[in-house]
């Protein structure tokens, strides 16, 4: 290994070159009446219709089979296209499974059909969101895209009763543009926003743990490119 990866920690500690951003964290002591009521209106009558219409089935692997993992990695890929963004980094699941750290869930229809995967890191107590997909933009119905979105919101509940059951107190939504760069990130972060939660610093850092990780870390801040 050349270069130590250290990602959004709250309380960073050590002396390193952290870059800061900000997170969403909901406190899953709560109970689940205060959890629903911290939400928006709109995403508890969401929540509240999937789960006596819709039909749906929510899943939780914390210890994910290959093949549920290859199943992850390619609905996220196929999202990736339709977006137009990068392939998912699968030696990083890989390897995130190999250290127990990795939770996926997803949830489905009555016909079995996913609707929507989340991908965690589970640490100390925290989920942190990592990938989330859904397909609703290839669909042409609009009710049928409504009901994706609904499953999607569901699917943060699900998620969120299966790791305060775990025995989790963090739910983080991951990054959240508090800036407004753009709007694709800003509709991003009102969708999370409608979780509740607080918003908390995060900070992530880089360290070369040789000789050659120094100077690449060396080129690249000479170069200004964040990594």
Do not use: C
């Not at 990695?73 to 998912?88: H, N, Q, T, V, W």
């Not at 610093?201 to 964040?226: C, E, N, Y």
Request: glycine share 8%; net charge positive; charged share 30%.
């Amino acid at each position: 290994m050349d270069i130590l990866r250290i990602v959004n920690v709250l309380e960073p500690t050590a002396k390193r070159r952290w870059s800061r951003a900000e997170t969403l964290i909901v406190d899953l002591t709560l109970d689940e009446e205060a959890l629903l009521a911290q939400m928006s209106k709109r995403v508890r009558y969401e929540i509240r219709r999937a789960m006596s219409k819709d039909g749906l089935v929510a899943e939780t692997f914390d210890r994910p089979e290959p093949e549920v993992l290859e199943g992850f990695a390619r609905y996220y890929d196929e999202f990736a296209r339709s977006k137009g963004l990068s392939p998912i980094a699968r030696p990083r699941l890989d390897a995130m499974a190999e250290q127990g750290m990795l939770l996926l869930t997803h949830v489905s229809g009555e016909d079995g059909s996913p609707l929507a995967w989340h991908a965690y890191a589970g640490s100390a107590r925290r989920a942190m969101l990592l990938y989330s997909a859904s397909l609703f933009r290839e669909e042409a119905d609009s009710e049928a895209r409504n009901r994706m979105g609904r499953a999607n919101r569901y699917l943060h509940w699900s998620d969120m009763l299966a790791f305060k059951a775990a025995g989790y107190t963090d739910y983080d939504l991951g990054g959240i543009d508090v800036a407004g760069r753009d709007p694709a990130t800003t509709r991003i972060g009102a969708f999370k926003r409608g979780f509740g939660g607080d918003l908390r610093p995060t900070h992530t850092a880089s360290a070369g743990v040789s000789v050659k990780g120094r100077l690449v870390l060396a080129l690249l801040r000479l170069r200004k490119i964040d990594f």
